[in-house]
């Protein structure tokens, strides 16, 4: 069953989903995509102190005073606990945002964790907005928790995990080796993944991870095939859009970031087709943590840790689809099909008593 099936016409109209979706991409994107292609220029050989990146900190900000209203214009007339807390976060967003703050353990958290943490609302809201609720965005929806449900997301955290694995590993590795093999002059990051994107210990890897999930899976995939589906964009408008956006955020890798194509692709059309968007984003965290608390902890650091990950995570789906298989034979065999007899109709010209054939009759339930 494709999202059509799941998401109806969005009741505030296609164009107004269509704008709502513009709108989160910018106040959510804006950093990543803007600060990776910046860093994409530097590998280029662009200068470093491009207006654009004197620019960012100022549009960071302003970003989060458009969320602050955003948000609680969405929250108008509801529960007054709703209202004051949208106030809230939205007041700690520009906080978190705002030029001069002075660094340490408490403003990180609220820089990694409040910001997130309203754009996460605020995509609630929108989604409600067009007729989606947090079951049609993938979180929870009917029959997640039958046996069939679960045996269900072990596969789509397995799939999630692999696709994670051929892109960011395997790919990743496989192209920049090639490169530089080959010797050919095209852009390659040469530092530290960690390095590149601000990572200094296993809290910020934590951290980091949470804003990933936001950005890649709630965002990228859940809100965009959401939002597209109920202003009735077509299927290939939703991939293209998802696979532009992480490719585009991944661009610090240099050309290497073409091998998130399969990650790109993937995610967005199982949740299109399934509607779970859960097991999506934990096999993206397991795959971050596994890889990353392999930069700390030397024992993590073999690759042969993420092959054992998801053997594991393999392990559990194949025992759940064992079970799930043997509950579907236990109720094919409560229920069998009855054969009876069925008069055949006579041939053409023929004479006599009409010859007879056995026909399956519809399944009892009695």
């Known amino acids: 069953m494709g999202a059509e099936a799941r998401i109806g016409v969005s009741p505030a109209g296609t164009t107004a989903a ?21 860093y994409l220029g530097t590998l280029l050989g662009l200068p470093g102190d491009h207006p654009v990146q004197k620019m960012s900190t100022g549009v960071e900000m302003l970003n989060a005073v458009v969320l602050f209203f955003w948000l609680n ?33 408490s403003s990180f958290l609220l820089s990694s964790l409040v910001y997130p943490g309203a754009l996460v609302w605020l995509t609630v809201e929108l989604c409600r907005r067009h007729g989606v609720t947090l079951a049609g965005l993938g979180i929870a929806p009917p029959r997640s928790r039958t046996l069939e449900g679960r045996t269900r997301a072990w596969q789509f955290i397995y799939l999630a995990t692999l696709a994670c694995w051929v892109s960011a590993d395997f790919g990743m590795n496989f192209l920049t080796n090639l490169v530089r093999q080959m010797g050919l002059e ?16 296993p809290w910020h890897l934590m951290t980091g ?17 959401v939002l597209l589906t109920a202003a009735r964009r077509p299927a290939w408008q939703i991939y293209t859009l998802s696979a ?16 998130y194509l399969p990650y790109a692709l993937i995610r967005p059309w199982l949740f299109h087709r399934y509607g779970r968007l859960t097991p999506l984003a934990i096999g993206h965290a397991v795959f971050n943590l596994t890889v990353g608390l392999g930069w700390y902890f030397s024992i993590l650091s073999s690759k042969w840790i993420i092959v ?15 079970r799930y298989k043997k509950q579907t034979a236990r109720t094919a065999s409560a229920f069998p099909l009855k054969h009876v007899e069925h008069p055949a109709p006579a041939a053409a010209g023929a004479s006599g008593p009409n010859p007879q054939r056995t026909v399956p009759a519809v399944l009892d339930k009695d």
């Open 186 to 201: 095209l852009p390659v990051m040469q530092a530290e993944q960690a390095e590149v994107v601000g990572v200094t210990g």
């Open 73 to 105: 214009r969405r929250v108008k007339g509801r529960r007054t606990v709703l209202r004051w807390g949208a106030a809230g976060v939205g007041l700690l967003a520009i906080l978190v945002n705002t030029p001069g703050i002075p660094a340490g353990p």
């Open 244 to 259: 532009l956006l992480t490719v585009a955020i991944h661009s610090y890798f240099g050309l290497p970031a073409l091998a």
């Open 18 to 38: 269509l704008r709502d979706l513009c709108g989160l991409l910018v106040i959510a994107q804006w950093e990543s995509v803007v600060g990776s292609l910046l």
């Open 308 to 322: 054992a990950v998801m053997g594991g995570i393999g392990a559990v789906y194949m025992v759940m689809d064992g």
């Open 209 to 225: 991870t949470i804003r990933a999930i936001v950005l890649e899976d709630l965002i990228i995939v859940g809100a965009v095939t």
